[in-house]
């Protein structure tokens, strides 16, 4: 029998570890992309223009004779501080509505409840849209944009976190204690409601990645020739029908990073639930 | 048990009425909240009528303003806004200086086509997934193939398809050409993600269902398992998946302005984006007016839909 459960355990653990190791690399390359290219993604060669994937250049060079491979790499820096930034930002701003809501008496917890629910129903990308419509086209807008969009299902989240740690025992046994209100939810609820945050968080960190790079594609983001991947997709698609490469690869690292983010929070929620992985 | 029903039944019809009223709510809610949110936007909208560059006096922004409506107080420009608002019209495109339902109009034809043909493709796909997957092992590689195609991002499956279908193999044509075969692309391209939620949310309410003692019951009938799904365990899991629609059009309509840029074809997610960009706040107004409409509309579809799906909510559960 437990045999059996150490194997499964190991086999559920796999994806998770690659994931892992994925992203690892990935911030390692955000931090010190120099570690892993010497080229320079704003080198332009024009005697290089639209190479194919070779040795020297892994993911091809594009239109300007850039490299590929180093752009991607230059860009995860942009893309890894959209995602953990607006991740970060909306995991605050949600814990603290979502705690505030479940703490609120019936009426204010209702209005808030119902505005998070109207909001959630519209997907991530679309609220970001209408977001960057109010506020204007910009880096930091798109920041901003991706954290409020991302922001409610952090808040209903942590409503019901917030809802159900109250019930527990150490709750009442502080209240009965006469500990108060702001002190009970700053030093029990909020911690406690943390955990099943943080693996939602890790899934949302690819959800944000991916939210911001097709507002960049739309050019509502950083300018040219800024290496960011959403930007160097939307300039690959003119020359699709010569150079696929410029296109194809940052997007299978955009892909990537999502599933390789999803994978982990699902593998964190299983350990936040005190099941084995 | 059979009462409690009814009674479930009863209260959703009566409150009808307070689910229109609800939906009124719901636009009137977003329209202030919009009106609001852009009026704290900076920058002039005379800039965006006439050009930033362009070199007028200031008495003619001030006649220009006026025209507008724009001098006046913030209150009466809302309340004007409403009253125009609940008239139907939607005010006029400071760039384009044409009525924002016109130019809505005029671009809603090919986004509800693109729309309601990837919804299709979608359904089609999740459906067929569901059907397919018995074994342990197509599960696995259906759910690998699901996480693929909810984490790729649209714009980048398209440029995929272009790549293979279109200059590669040459079968759909690379730009929109206004055909039936031009839609293809953007369609599927539109309908992998959503395929995938659809999917995943089908086999999460088939498990569910075929873990019902009925199963056992249909099974002993001699019934196929495409049988037992067709006619009863899917019929579970739809009911579970309607309460996503709402996401669904949502995801459709915030995608729809990825592909049609990606594919360079006309329509709905164009004009917002172009609005965006160019600060043409009617449009952009208009444009969240109607998101909020169709929103209301949906949700409240699948509410009556909910009762025809499921036959427990208004008559007691006969399967034979």
Known sequence: ????????????????????????????????????????????????????????????????????????????????????????????????????????????????????????????????????????????????????????????????????????????????????????????????????????????????????????????GPKPPTPEWGLI????????????????????????????????????????AGRRP | MKNSEQHTSGLRRRTLFGRLGGMVLVVWGAATVGFLALRLVPGDPVDVMLGVHADVSESVRESVRADWGLADPPIMQYLAYLGRLVRGDLGTS?????????????????????????????????????????????RALLSM????????????TGLVLISIFGFGLGWFPVVATGGIAALVLPAVTLALPVAGIISQVFRQGLDAASALPFVDTVRARGATHARLVVRHTLRHAAANSVTLTGYIVGSLLGGSVLVETVFARPGLGRVALNAIINRDIPIVLGIIVLAAVVFSIVNLLVDLLADRIDPRLTAPAVYS
């Open chain 1, 1 to 220: 029998m437990s045999g059996v459960f150490g194997q499964r355990t190991l086999q559920r653990r796999v994806p998770a570890l690659l994931a892992a190791a994925f992203l690892l690399l990935l911030v390692m390359s955000a931090v010190a992309p120099a570690l892993f290219t010497s080229a320079d993604p704003l080198q332009t060669d024009v005697a290089a223009a639209l190479l194919q994937p070779s040795r020297h250049h892994p993911f091809g060079t594009d239109q300007a004779g850039r490299d590929v491979f180093s752009r991607v790499l230059y860009g995860s820096r942009y893309s890894l501080v959209i995602g953990f930034g607006a991740t970060a930002i909306a995991l605050a701003i949600g814990l603290a509505v979502g705690a505030a809501a479940a703490s609120m008496r019936r009426f204010g917890d209702g209005v808030l409840s119902r505005a998070i629910e109207i909001v959630m129903a519209f997907p991530e990308f679309l609220l970001a849209l209408i977001v960057i419509a109010i506020i204007g086209p910009g880096e930091s807008s798109l920041l901003i944009a991706v954290a409020i969009a991302v922001m409610p299902a952090y808040a209903r989240v942590a409503r019901v976190q917030t809802l159900v740690v109250r019930r527990a025992g150490y709750i009442e046994a502080a209240r009965t204690l006469g500990v108060a209100r702001t002190s009970t939810l700053l030093r029990h609820i909020i911690p406690n409601t943390l955990g099943p945050l943080l693996a939602m968080a890790t899934m949302g960190v690819g959800t944000a990645i991916a939210a911001g790079a097709g507002l960049s594609f739309l050019g509502l």
């Open chain 2, 94 to 138: 400071y760039r384009l200086q044409s009525p924002v339902a016109d130019i809505i109009g005029a671009q809603l034809v090919p986004t509800v086509a693109l729309m309601t043909l990837a919804l299709a493709v979608a359904l089609v796909l999740a459906a067929g997934s569901a059907l397919l997957a018995r074994g342990a092992r197509s």
């Open chain 1, 233 to 272: 997709l939307s300039e690959g698609r003119n020359f699709l029908a010569t150079a696929w490469w410029i296109a194809v690869f940052p997007g299978l690292v955009i892909t990537a990073t999502v599933i390789a983010t999803s994978l982990l929070g699902r593998h964190l929620q299983f350990v936040s």
């Open chain 2, 145 to 156: 193939l699901e996480l693929f195609a909810v984490s790729s991002p649209t714009f980048w």
